[in-house]
């Protein structure tokens, strides 16, 4: 199964090119998330680092996107992009 990332509205815009391909459920991908506020970090988030008490950057399965997706402590997601090779 894989995962589409079309159909997620908290996750925040994407480049075209980066919709278009759906996901494995296992690959993992690194995120940045915003909790509402009060909220704790989700167990399912591998955490790389914090900023501030609302915004986090973590590792997640794709699969994980529908996690997130329901989970009414996340207000918003945003998926790391490589940058380009400069020579």
């Known amino acids: 199964m894989s995962v589409d990332l079309k159909t997620f509205k908290k996750l925040e815009s994407l480049p075209a090119a980066t919709l278009a391909g759906s996901r494995a459920d296992n690959e993992r991908l690194v995120v940045m998330v915003r909790l509402r506020d009060g909220a704790k970090q989700p167990s399912y988030i591998l955490p ?21 997706e329901s989970d009414p402590d996340i207000e918003s997601v945003a998926l790391s992009r490589p940058l380009p090779l400069v020579e």
């Not at 680092?49 to 997130?68: Q, W």
């Open 48 to 68: 790389r680092a914090k900023m501030g008490p609302r915004i986090l950057t973590g590792e997640i399965k794709a699969s994980d996107l529908v996690r997130i």
